[in-house]
């Protein structure tokens, strides 16, 4: 399949037609609200729902002791166990650990009388220390008393025993660098509807990125049979890894609605995401690197210590996520890097577009950037000489990824062209504060390579073709490009391909969207069945004509596909496949991104004059979609750099809790884009795919940062901190403040 | 409080709380869900129609202040779904753009971009930027959404 | 995020709608302060006697060189008007600025100023200009000079029983606000706004201080002649600028200088 066809979706989404979680409401739909904690750390809570129960219209008001749910486990991810104290109460027991942690459920006939409820509900508690940075959790008061510290990792080195001696190396730098906290912020925050029928089964309704393993777990949690369990995903508002988490709100809620017999529904408001949806990066980083003076990196040593708020979920595998791609798009001969994990009095933390990726790119690039000053060496040329070739490929990494292929100097090289370098030079002849940065990122896509996703294809007698896929859309486009990889294996127009996806009964397994693993094992898995499928029409179309398989003239001998598929079914027969399929194999798109600045010395203001991204993610499905993945994320990556930041005050207080805090931008903050492409199929699925969603929110944020330090760099600044124009990055650069203002040290 | 309004060219009338915000007494009364509410704060634009002719952002509207009024919400610029040639023509341009990832923003983004129109049909993409600066959209990047609307501002003003 | 409970009362005239006010309730105008302040629970109110309709206060007139602005008067409505243009083409501006879209076809100037937010851009053009705001109640009507009426952080000299019914804006020579920010429908991190005038120029600032700020250092410095770069650098003597997550007390600080100065070069020949 080449070029870009109009997306199938986009038909309900313009004209009314679409059903995000929150437009379902069933008759009799009872709604829930919580209370929550307003601080950050206490013990010994009690509380008290009296009031709140009192109100009319309030149906229930439950506490952790009232509803008798499971902990929701600890984790590391992929099944590494994290300390077993860490695990959390749905609803607070005893001890409060972030601000925002549900107190208790309010259940009513209305959402404004569950409000007011909710408003009435209060905590009795003793206020505990709080752990407000995770420099201050090592060796702090524990968050889990049970557990001994707040470690969740203890520091552990790869390789093992890795100890590169950087000090006989005449080239030696050293970064420290922090991934600020980010909100995912999808414009449609989470609804959850859980629903029972009159069959006695339960509907759960939910923009959720796992439909079959939130099953799993709602029936794990509040006890449920899982034939009677149907979790529906409807259309979704965006995800970007918030809505891959088990919130403690889903046992809540769906206990709620098993208890009360009635249809119970939760609308998270704005605030309630910023206080307690997952966050995504809160990195902290240290790299060193040290080489030749002609610009040779030859060892590398990396220190990561990951943040993942108050109770580690899946927020826990971003640290590891960082560590595997530490070593960045460079052949460096010794690299040691060691990771810390740590819980603090903050929101639990979860995987956010690029999960690891970003922060990764973005110690290395800023790190080799100082390298090539402190060598008196141009950035790009140190780049070109350290990129990993693709004569080295399949390259393995000191980290354990296995590069599977590209060749990053050519994308670099295509970025810088685009950027225009030598109107760069003509800005800053004539006076003009403007840089030039760059970044050359690979990462990883399809997280868990023995990870499966189910698909199906199926042809029914009238010829009509339905794919069933575990993975769900969350916007992408799954519709569209599923029909076109089913309609071009089977040799049929997608336009008589239904796709089915996002319901538990209607597709018997799945594992989900995420990781950029939808087209590399979802996608694989419609191709393998829809190709099944195409050679048993061909064996049955001429077994029909009476001649052997290979000699039909044309797809099926003159027959229609509703020929065919007729006399199969009337035979008794059918035309129908199924496969989990698993890549084995990780995949690793990569790319580079150079970003033009200007910057006022005045205001500190960073204007974008240029933002160029180049990247290649294997084989391109649909070109329209993957660039709007691509400039999407690079939006993403830009307010990174710039705008967003999730702050807490030394109290464990958050400060942005709303969009008037937390700074997104609209369409007149936005850059342009000049995007190029490079085309190197994937060797470890048949569709030749890579992940295409994370690119440029880990390509944007190291350039612009590598750039406004090139625009600087005469006026002495060596370091900033993201986002950029916040406190102290956007101060005065003419004032005489030091380059490191207090929000900047460590 | 009786209250009575006209959406989208009909009559509503009702009793409603005075607290009741505009974009609930849509969703929840009326049922016309198009109008989405991402924010709460008049900061997203999602949950934007227009009030007698002017874009407004209904989470901060209180029904009561549109008592006596017409309010045009998203599903007033809907057509068949199965045939574009009767969909407006910013529908048409968004999809023909790929204006819209997951579409949560996007009838928001379409009424504030046809207030934009109908007071300057032809604004250029500074205008159209400023114009949008109301309606956040957290997957497109907005450029594909800046095109969208420039191509259909052209389109609006050759038809007849 | 839903409000609390409260009364709602739409009065038919300006002496109806003077005689619901009282303790507890609140005037009602474009709501675009109040409404989110009520969502979030910030403020509480037993009743709004919404005023946005009165067509007494929906006027814009010019009263012997004095622009008279009505209280309902809606910034995209005097982004629009002939006579505001003319007259107060710094306000005219603000009405096309201000927020975004939704916003400035909702919200009012009069009621920004009797929210008295710091951080808002029509208090301190307001202060700049030097406006009086007109103002009814049960005792009859006074105006109240803009420098009379910000005391506090979101507190005024308005008194439950006041409601505001005008602006009115004083006739001037030249005047330009300039405001800082990062993203463009934000809230200023700092603004200034100078007003040239038959006395001098006056200064005000944005968000610099608990209250809309009147640089009279500023002021002074250009009276005694020193040059608008020179005064600029006065700009922030005296402010107490908020350190929020939008910038530090320091940064505010050196931006309340720099948008100053913006703004004396656009009305200083």
Known sequence: MTGHEPRREDARLLNGGARYTGDIRPDGCLHAAFARSRVA?????????????????????????????????????????????????????????????????????????????????TAAYEPAPVVATPAAAEGGPPLFPEAGSNLVLPAVTIPEGADPDLDRWPVRVAVELVSPRLAPTPMEPISFLAAPGPDGRLTIYCGHQAPHRLKRQMCDLVGLDPAAVRVVVPDVGGAFGMKAQLYPEYPVVTACAVRLGRPVAWDQTRTEQFESGTHGRGAYERVELAGTADGRIRAARIEILGDVGAYPHNGSAVPLFMRLMAQGAYDIDEVAVTTRIVVTNRAPTAPYRGAGRPEAAYGMERAVDAYAHAAGLDPAQVRLLNLVRPDQMPFRTHTGALYDGGDYAAALRMALDLAGTGEVEAWKAAGETVGLGMCVYVERSNGDPAGTEYGSVTVHPDGTVVARSGSSALGQGHESVWSRVVGDALRVPPSTVRVVQGDTDAVPAGTGSFASRSATVGGSALHNCATAVREQLRDAAAKLLGVPPGELAGELGGLSVAEVAAAVYAEGGRLFAEQEFASGAQNFPYGACVAVVAVDLDTGLVTLRRLVAVDDCGVVLDPLVVEGQLEGSLLQGVAQALFEEVVYDGEGRPLTTDLATYTLPTAPDAPGYVTGRLVTPAPSNPLGVKGAGEAGCIGAPPAIVNAVLDALRRYGVTDLRMPLTRPGCGRPFRAPVPPRCRRCSR | MKISLIVNGTLWQGDVEPRLLLAHLLRERLRLTATRIGCDTSFCGA???????????????????????SVTTAESLAGDPDDPATWHPLARAFRAHHALQCGFCTSGMLVAAAGLLAGDPDPDEDAVRHGLEGNICRCTGYGRIVDAVTGAAAEMRSAP | MIPARFDYLRPDGVDEAVALLGPGTRVLAGGHSLIPALKLRQTTAARLVDVGRLAALRTVELDAGVLVIGAAVTYAELAAHPLVRRHCPVLARLGGRVADPQVRHRGTPAGALAHADPAGDAPAIALALGVEVAVRSAAGSRTVPAGALFTGRRETSLRAGDLVTAIRVPAHDAAWYEKFTRVSHMWAIAGACAVRGPSGVRVALANVAATPWRATGVEGALRDGATPAEAAALAADGTDPPDDVHGPAAYRRHLARVVTGRALARVTP
């Open chain 2, 47 to 69: 949950c934007t129609v227009l009030l007698d002719g002017r874009t407004v952002k209904s989470c901060t509207v209180l029904a009561v202040q549109a008592d006596g009024g």
């Open chain 1, 41 to 121: 750390s206490a013990t010994a809570v009690s509380v008290d729902v009296a009031a709140a129960r009192g109100l009319p219209g309030v149906v229930a008001v439950l506490t952790a002791a009232d509803l008798d749910l499971k902990d929701i486990p600890a984790t590391l991810g992929h099944g590494r166990p994290a300390p077993p104290a860490m695990t959390r109460p749905p609803l607070v027991r005893d001890r409060i650990r972030y601000v925002g942690e549900p107190l208790a459920v309010v259940v009513a006939t209305d959402p404004y009388l569950a409000a007011d409820a909710a408003a009435l509900v």
